[in-house]
């Protein structure tokens, strides 16, 4: 099963009209009204973070179902001019302040680099943190999601964290934002990827997991 695609701009109509849909594709799938309200979450907190990124690219926003499991699928490509590509690639590396903006700004930060050379747009404290959820060659075969190679997982990425968060620091600031975030507690998995020439991010959650 498959949602209508929603094309993402600055347009609140837009935003607001696929916020919507997520709350009826829930229901054609004959979820309960919690998790209609867990997907809406995961929706809202997606949309959140396209927000912050809207002059920075183009997209769309769909879902898909398989029996219990729903996908969130972004597609995004970048449309920027030089000056502001210049701006991104430039942002000051000295800074340490990454961590306040949580979770979802620094998944937002991994989808802002992979579109502009995966890692140069974000400052040292987010490269050090986003390693962590990079994707080993070897795994991605295990990991594929609709023919998409992968580069970064949301599993990955906790796991790496769980780790190492009692002896570095960094780490446990960066579990912590985690453990706070919404898409952090209900998503199963989040998946960066590319796909030809775009960028895609997919959030799943199998509601048949409890």
């Given at each position: 099963?498959?949602?209508?695609?929603?094309?993402?701009?600055?347009?609140?109509?837009?935003?607001?009209?696929?916020?919507?849909?997520?709350?009826?594709?829930?229901?054609?799938?004959?979820?309960?009204?919690?998790?209609?309200?867990?997907?809406?979450?995961?929706?809202?907190?997606?949309?959140?973070?396209?927000?912050?990124?809207?002059?920075?690219?183009?997209?769309?926003?769909?879902?898909?179902a398989e029996g219990e499991r729903c996908?969130?699928?972004?597609?995004?490509?970048?449309?920027?001019?030089?000056?502001?590509?210049?701006?991104?690639?430039?942002?000051?590396?000295?800074?340490?302040?990454?961590?306040?903006?949580?979770?979802?700004?620094?998944?937002?930060?991994?989808?802002?680099?992979?579109?502009?050379?995966?890692?140069?747009?974000?400052?040292?404290?987010?490269?050090?943190?986003?390693?962590?959820?990079?994707?080993?060659?070897?795994?991605?075969?295990?990991?594929?999601?609709?023919?998409?190679?992968?580069?970064?997982?949301?599993?990955?990425?906790?796991?790496?964290?769980?780790?190492?968060?009692?002896?570095?620091?960094?780490a446990g600031e960066a579990w912590n934002e985690l453990e706070k975030?919404?898409?952090?507690?209900?998503?199963?998995?989040?998946?960066?990827?590319?796909?030809?020439?775009?960028?895609?991010?997919?959030?799943?959650?199998?509601?048949?997991?409890?």
């Amino acid at each position: 099963m498959k949602s209508d695609v929603f094309m993402l701009n600055s347009d609140a109509g837009r935003l607001a009209a696929t916020r919507y849909s997520a709350e009826d594709f829930a229901r054609g799938l004959g979820l309960d009204r919690h998790d209609v309200l867990r997907l809406e979450l995961l929706t809202e907190e997606t949309l959140g973070m396209v927000k912050a990124m809207v002059d920075d690219f183009y997209g769309q926003l769909w879902f898909e179902a398989e029996g219990e499991r729903c996908e969130i699928h972004l597609q995004a490509t970048a449309d920027m001019n030089a000056d502001r590509r210049e701006e991104l690639l430039s942002v000051s590396s000295t800074g340490r302040n990454a961590a306040a903006k949580g979770f979802m700004g620094m998944l937002k930060d991994v989808l802002s680099g992979a579109m502009h050379s995966f890692g140069r747009s974000m400052n040292d404290y987010g490269r050090e943190v986003a390693r962590y959820g990079i994707v080993n060659p070897a795994e991605v075969g295990s990991l594929a999601v609709d023919n998409m190679v992968p580069i970064w997982t949301l599993q990955t990425y906790r796991n790496g964290l769980g780790e190492q968060r009692n002896i570095d620091e960094d780490a446990g600031e960066a579990w912590n934002e985690l453990e706070k975030s919404i898409v952090g507690k209900l998503a199963d998995d989040v998946v960066v990827g590319v796909k030809g020439d775009r960028i895609e991010m997919v959030i799943i959650k199998d509601f048949g997991r409890r």
